[in-house]
């Protein structure tokens, strides 16, 4: 295997103070177990509150795995520019150059290429990036009152609810069946953003409950988890601290059945957290970081001397198994 290399998205995620649940971070939003809240940064380091054996691959037999699909052109699109770069495009934040639905109906009636999945990809992501800061808005106000800034986030999310109208819960599906295609065909982008994407697309509310009664937010979960573990494998470090979030969701009598809820694993968790801070420290330029973000004491809040004994045995295994790769 050659040398596992830091992704882009562990820059985000350095000098986390705490980690308890699935965090990432879209356009300013912090999504935290699924919970919207709005991120902020002190010296460098994102305040948050919140903080394992490779779990089986559930449905992947992706192609020959390359580090990311945008280096290469879909065969209807030979005259199209170099594909985007998948996180890139599920950021959420570039603006669409034209209604999101317009492109979603083009791909629906059966428009196919790269250029045409892009497009949808990148517009769905900013719309469910100006859905989470509408949500963060009215919980904000609802807070505090009207202030300067709920007032100019609520200008913000108005200008973009004219670019995102039309949308259904059916079209942020679409989300999850592109970057699902991405990733069989060995996009390891689109596999930890299929993830980060969320069940049915998105995270949030309007969804309606996500929660593992409905088989199709179970399904998600697996395939989610899968590809985690495959991108992990081919060298996304990130992939691993996302896998520590995955078995850290302890389930909680005001939220049953929620995501992830049954895979509940501290020990696991930890591994993977361990895992993570071992591989990323071995770069000179963010160990001290790590240390002064005292992140392994986070992630080892509340687990016994035998548990954290149990997860650096597992860390060592699962560090073990990418290196034999």
């Not at 030979?78 to 890139?88: E, G």
């Not at 808005?137 to 009152?145: H, L, N, P, Q």
């Not at 590809?227 to 992990?232: H, Q, T």
């Amino acid at each position: 295997m050659e040398e596992i290399k830091e992704p882009a998205d562990s820059a985000e995620l350095r000098n986390v103070s705490m980690k308890n649940h699935a965090v990432f971070i879209i356009g300013g939003i912090l999504i935290s177990g699924g919970v919207v809240a709005v991120a902020h940064w002190q010296d460098d380091a994102l305040i948050i509150n919140e903080s394992v054996e490779i779990a089986p691959f559930v449905n992947s037999t992706p192609a020959p795995l390359v580090r990311s699909a945008s280096s290469t052109l879909d065969t209807a699109d030979k005259s199209a520019l170099p594909a985007a770069s998948t996180k890139a495009l599920v950021s959420g934040l570039k603006a669409p150059a034209r209604p999101v639905w317009e492109g979603v109906v083009d791909y629906r009636q059966g428009k196919k290429g790269r250029s045409i999945q892009e497009e949808v990809i990148a517009g769905l992501s900013f719309c469910a990036s100006a859905e989470l800061k509408r949500e963060a808005a009215v919980a904000e106000k609802s807070r505090t009152g009207v202030t300067a800034q709920t007032a100019a986030l609520d200008s913000m999310v108005q200008a973009q609810s004219e670019i995102c109208t039309r949308l259904s819960d059916a079209d942020y599906e679409l989300r999850s069946e592109i970057l699902g295609i991405w990733a069989k065909e060995g996009d390891l982008e689109a596999m930890v953003a299929f993830y980060t994407a969320g069940p049915l697309g998105k995270w949030g509310a309007t969804t309606g409950p996500q929660t593992l009664e409905n088989p199709r937010i179970k399904e998600w979960q697996s395939q989610a988890v899968s590809w985690l573990n495959v991108a992990a494998q081919q060298g996304q470090i990130g992939a691993l601290l996302l896998l520590s979030d995955v078995y850290d969701n302890q389930p909680a009598a005001e939220r049953p059945n929620a995501v992830f809820s049954d895979l509940y694993d501290p020990v696991r968790s930890y591994a993977y957290a361990h895992a993570w801070h071992y591989l990323v420290g071995r770069d000179e330029s963010k160990r001290q970081a790590l240390l002064k973000s005292d992140f392994l004491k986070g992630a080892e809040a509340g687990l016994s001397k035998e548990q954290r004994d149990l997860g650096r045995t597992e860390s060592k295994r699962i560090i073990d198994s990418l290196n034999r790769n």
